[in-house]
């Protein structure tokens, strides 16, 4: 029988009956097949706006994943027939976070590549289940019906949610906002005075660029009075605020040096599942998109390393961007250099790091660390120890060694 909602009639009951084993199956492995899907998302380099901000892709992953996980479950509960619609939250956040970015809908093909991803793993499946040809070519077909007819309806109910957005946030400064700063980020060619005028802000002297942002919708409430502390943290009374989505914001605080991580850390203290990501100060308008690109190379730095460090500033871990393009060859890099410090008490990792900060004075680098100056003597000469070759010899590379390590092991 073909129902009105669809245009494939129901399955057999055998054919049923293996849809909803491949659903279970494919569902208690779904960690395995999301990786690759979530990388086959945003693969396209149309979509590298997404790829490489943590905030856009894990939304976008975070939908992927909901929509398989929703196509699999309406296929336990009801084999091959069509999915209803999604609805999740995962949607709204993603169709919000698409028009405050200014990405184009028609832009955001990448659905068509998770489908053909996707079914790969399925119809490798099917091939396993059954040996008879008749039942093996219905098993593909309605099942590659109900895969298309999802991601029709899913686009569909992305663009309408799209349209929603847009109509809400017609007209509103933020937007506004948002494409001024776009403008000035890539480079255009904007007259200062105008581009002053429609942000508030004076894009002369210097600035600090910041990227705010939390992990999860509950905590949304804390951006702003993270916003409030940051600029207080750097001396400034002002900033420039954009939404960068449904989870992060974009500041700009006119101040010439960025506040110590432990100041930061002392004001946020309240705020513990708010990260910050800040940028290297810098001057004018070309400081204004340079500053920026440091705090999101920095956001994107933890990312990459998996890492839970909950403040960062790009000045303290530009080498270690640098080193840690390849995961891999950077863990390696640490492994080599730190030899048999890598696995020793953390004690004697932030003893070397204090010394590098204190200028390579013991005595100085005892009083920061509240000890004795013959402690610190005795803590080096245990690291000279367990070094490949001791530090005075090579005191770059253990440094950002040890400081790669440190933004690795934040990781939870």
């Known amino acids: 029988m073909t129902r009105l909602t669809q245009l494939w009639p129901d399955p057999s009951e055998s054919v049923a009956r293996l849809i909803r084993d491949l659903a279970k199956d494919l569902l208690a492995r779904l960690d395995e097949v999301i990786i690759e899907l979530t990388a086959a998302s945003t693969e396209d380099p149309r979509y590298q706006m997404i790829a490489d901000d943590p905030v856009l892709a894990d939304a976008d992953a975070q939908l992927v994943a909901?929509?398989?996980k929703h196509w699999l479950t309406s296929n336990i509960a009801n084999p091959g027939r069509r999915v209803p619609p999604f609805g999740g939250s995962e949607m709204r956040t993603y169709a919000r976070?698409?028009?405050?970015?200014?990405?184009?809908?028609?832009?955001?093909g990448a659905w068509r590549r998770v489908e053909r991803v996707f079914w790969k793993w399925w119809l490798t499946a099917c091939f396993t289940v059954t040996d008879d040809l008749e039942e093996l070519r219905e098993l593909c077909e309605v099942s590659g019906n109900t895969l298309t007819a999802l991601s029709d309806d899913a686009m569909a109910e992305l663009v309408e949610y799209v349209q929603q957005t847009r109509t809400e946030l017609a007209g509103g400064s933020q937007l506004q906002?948002?494409?001024?700063?776009?403008?000035?980020?890539?480079?255009?060619?904007?007259a200062?005075?105008?581009?002053?005028?429609?942000?508030?802000?004076?894009?002369?002297?210097?600035?600090?660029?910041?990227?705010?942002?939390?992990?999860?919708?509950?905590?949304?409430?804390?951006?702003?009075?993270?916003a409030e502390q940051v600029m207080?943290?750097?001396?400034?009374?002002r900033r420039l605020t954009v939404v960068a989505g449904t989870t992060?914001?974009?500041?700009?605080?006119?101040?010439?040096?960025?506040p110590p991580p432990a100041v930061l850390a002392d004001r946020l203290r309240g705020l513990r599942r708010v990260r910050v990501a800040l940028g290297r100060p810098a001057k004018s308008?070309?400081?204004?998109?340079?500053?920026?690109?440091?705090?999101?190379a920095a956001q994107r730095l933890l990312a990459r390393l998996d890492s839970a460090l909950p403040i960062v500033r790009y000045e303290d871990v530009q080498l270690v961007d640098l080193l840690s393009a390849d995961v891999t060859a950077a863990d390696r890099f640490v492994a080599d250099v730190l030899g048999e410090l890598l696995d020793a008490s953390p004690?004697?990792?932030q003893t070397v790091l204090t010394y590098v900060e204190e200028g390579l004075n013991r005595t100085s680098t005892a009083e920061r660390l509240y000890t004795h100056r013959n402690t610190i003597d005795r803590r080096l000469a245990r690291v000279d120890e367990l070094l490949p070759k001791p530090f005075g010899h090579n005191p770059t590379e253990v440094t950002a060694a040890l400081t790669l390590l440190r933004v690795r092991r934040s990781s939870t």
């Open 97 to 108: 976070d698409v028009v405050l970015r200014g990405i184009v809908i028609d832009d955001i």
């Open 66 to 68: 909901s929509l398989i």
């Open 177 to 190: 906002r948002y494409a001024t700063v776009e403008l000035l980020l890539q480079g255009a060619e904007v």
């Open 248 to 258: 992060a914001m974009w500041l700009w605080i006119p101040a010439a040096a960025t």
């Open 347 to 349: 004690v004697l990792h």
């Open 192 to 226: 200062t005075a105008r581009a002053e005028e429609q942000l508030g802000y004076a894009l002369t002297g210097s600035h600090i660029g910041v990227v705010i942002w939390v992990e999860s919708e509950d905590d949304v409430v804390l951006l702003e009075r993270a």
């Open 232 to 237: 207080c943290s750097c001396g400034a009374d």
């Open 285 to 296: 308008v070309a400081g204004f998109r340079r500053t920026h690109l440091d705090a999101a």
